[in-house]
């Protein structure tokens, strides 16, 4: 005998103190025995809810509120705004599967936000940053999306946030921030990024950016607009081969890329400008290239690259996102060791791109490749004005079904 599935009616509701509820939710309300929310929910929902009630917390982790759940048949959430939207019942979904579920949503609050400001909103890209970290808005900010929603969190406050976009130049938006919303206190303001940085604002908030002009977005960065490791010049891979290497990569249908032998970023820094949905870890084994990838990181307006120093063998890896691409930039004499350590981290399909200057390196490349069960997929033979030729060699890791 299969056991009965769970019933979630799951209702939207804002910050005000005087909820205005559609029938259909005060009806569930006055059928309910079990409700389900934040703290904050129950504080304003208390007063409609019958005398007898059982409350469970939603608090983190999640797995004891889901323990709770499964002792009850029916149960009545309350969640902020559209459960639907980044919320509550996504989660839900999620982990109960067979779940049967309704929701009755209210506005979310970018959309509460966009209605105060009279704001259109159907050309708004969204991003979460409440318990997420900064890809997806880092991804936003470098395609330059015209007015970007966001949803914030105790971590990821108005505050710092201006605070990362100065950092890295992007002082083209004015923000928009709403606090409270639909409370008595809701504050709605409008600022220059500058004076966002400077501002405390209440929790909950929630911001739109809305783009005053377009930055600068350059394909292929001359290397003389670098900060180079010592004024060498020789010391960072040249535009074109930077460009062909990067296609070579094939980014556009890859996730994860590293960048072995960063030095000065140009190569991790030109990936994330032009493919900014791919996370980029960025390994040197110098102590100098910390404070270049920084330095030409906020130049060209690059967050979000993760940076190692220290000897990539030595690296601990477990903690990062596996590649499905990696540039080795340079290998001092460990190539073989270096392919060995990149293989058994390196997606299915995934791929290796290493420029060769010498017949020494092409044929350490080739020897490790063959040794490490990887395939040598395409070479490109570039000469750039008088510089030495560069071999451009691509290595492939074959799926198994193959």
């Not at 982790?61 to 759940?69: A, G, K, N």
């Not at 409270?180 to 500058?194: K, P």
């Not at 030595?314 to 540039?327: I, K, M, N, R």
């Amino acid at each position: 005998m299969t056991s009965p599935k769970t019933t979630f009616i799951i209702i939207g509701i804002d910050d005000n103190a005087q909820q205005e509820l559609p029938e259909q939710a005060r009806n569930a309300i006055a059928g309910g025995f079990v409700f389900s929310g934040g703290k904050r929910h129950h504080e304003i929902m208390r007063k409609y809810l019958p005398d007898n009630h059982l409350w469970i917390d939603i608090t983190v982790p999640l797995d004891d509120v889901f323990r709770q759940y499964k002792a009850h048949s029916d149960i009545v959430v309350f969640a902020s705004g559209d459960p639907l939207f980044f919320g509550f019942a996504n989660t839900v979904r999620k982990r109960l599967p067979d779940a049967v579920i309704s929701v009755i949503p209210t506005f979310n609050s970018l959309q509460t936000l966009a209605h105060r400001l009279l704001l259109p909103y159907h050309d708004m890209h969204v991003v979460s940053l409440t318990g997420r970290p900064w890809h997806e808005f880092d991804r936003a900010l470098i395609e330059g999306q015209e007015k970007i929603g966001v949803l914030t969190d105790r971590e990821h406050t108005p505050t710092s946030i201006a605070e990362r976009m100065l950092e890295y130049g992007y002082d083209n938006y004015i923000i928009h921030t709403g606090e409270e919303l639909g409370s008595s206190t809701e504050t709605v303001r409008t600022q220059s990024i500058a004076e966002a940085q400077a501002t405390c604002f209440r929790h909950p908030n929630c911001l739109i950016l809305e783009r005053t002009y377009v930055r600068p977005r350059p394909f292929g960065i001359p290397e003389s607009e670098f900060e180079l490791l010592d004024g060498r010049v020789n010391m960072i891979t040249k535009a074109p081969i930077r460009l062909l290497s990067l296609a070579q990569l094939d980014l556009r249908s890859r996730r994860t890329l590293w960048d072995i032998g960063f030095c000065t970023g140009s190569v991790s820094i030109e990936a994330k400008l032009q493919f900014p949905h791919v996370k980029i870890a960025a390994f040197e084994q110098r102590p100098e290239g910390e404070r270049l990838m920084k330095l030409n990181s906020m130049r060209f307006g690059t967050p979000g690259i993760i940076t190692r120093i220290g000897n990539f063998l030595q690296a601990e890896l477990d903690d990062l996102p596996a590649p499905d691409a990696v540039f080795i930039g340079g290998h001092g004499g460990q190539m073989d060791e270096i392919i060995r350590k990149v293989s058994k981290h390196l997606l299915s399909d995934g791929v290796i791109v290493f420029n060769s200057v010498s017949e020494q390196s092409r044929e350490l490349f080739i020897k490790a490749v063959k040794h490490h069960g990887l395939t040598l997929a395409a070479t490109q033979h570039v000469t750039i004005d008088d510089h030495n030729p560069i071999l451009i060699m691509k290595a492939q890791k074959r799926s198994s079904y193959e």
